[in-house]
């Protein structure tokens, strides 16, 4: 079986550029979460789609973030413009069922904003 | 103070003994997770558990909701076992995480 796929794996850019980070959930698990690790914070969500709607965007850390779930296959987390404050593991994750189903990773995306 | 707190921060161990990483938390839970993050980067469940005790191999996690607290003990240490684990509960859909305890197992 496929896990979730996230791509790139790794991004670098400068500041200012817009990113794009995608991912594609394990195929009949309808929650997805967009994850973000650093050094200094952690783990924090971002943003979790149930059933391509988003639930809890609480975690977005301004307007510079937006994330998409077009269709039950897809998602998109999208930086415009990056900062270098944004550099850090971007994990995509997804699930089956309510909250008492374990959570699928990705391998994440490493983003470093020069 | 944070939702989710994890001790020991780091943890070394010398191959062979038994481990043990504590997690307490302060909301309300429908499930508390235990996942593994090897040096690699990548993030794996180990636990999903809402009552009681779960055994997989040589891990075991435990928890308390009356006292809000969680283990996870490893029996006879490995080096491969060398790796961050985060504690994170579901109080909604959603996951709240501990900062993590890496443990380093020497041979």
């Known amino acids: 079986d496929a896990g979730v796929i996230q791509s790139p794996r790794h991004e670098v850019t400068e500041m200012g550029q817009e990113v794009t980070l995608r991912c594609k959930p394990i195929?009949?698990?309808?929650?997805l979460f967009w994850y973000r690790q650093t050094m200094m914070r952690g783990l924090e969500l971002l943003i979790y789609?149930?059933?391509?709607?988003?639930?809890?965007d609480s975690g977005m850390p301004e307007d510079r973030f937006s994330a998409k779930m077009p269709n039950a296959s897809f998602s998109t987390l999208k930086i415009q413009p990056s900062e270098p404050r944004d550099s850090a593991v971007y994990f995509c994750?997804?699930?089956?069922?309510?909250?008492?189903?374990?959570?699928?990773f990705g391998d994440g995306t490493r983003l470093s904003i020069l | 103070k944070n939702e989710v707190e994890q001790s020991p921060q780091n943890l070394t161990a010398q191959e062979g003994e038994f481990i043990t990483i504590n997690c307490s938390y302060s909301?309300?839970?429908?499930?508390l997770h235990w996942l593994q993050q090897h040096p690699g980067g990548g993030i794996v469940s180990l636990f999903m558990l809402s009552s009681g005790k779960k055994k997989h191999g040589r891990l075991i996690a435990t928890i308390n909701i009356q006292e809000k607290h969680s283990s996870l003990h490893i029996t006879a240490s490995h080096p491969r076992d060398s790796a961050v684990y985060i504690c994170?509960?579901?109080?909604?859909?959603?996951?709240?995480f501990g900062k993590g305890t890496k443990l380093s197992v020497k041979p």
């Open positions: 195929s009949g698990h309808n929650s």
């Open positions: 789609f149930n059933n391509n709607v988003p639930i809890d």
């Open positions: 909301v309300g839970i429908s499930a």
């Open positions: 994750a997804s699930r089956t069922g309510t909250g008492n189903q374990p959570q699928h």
């Open positions: 994170a509960v579901s109080p909604r859909g959603n996951l709240i």
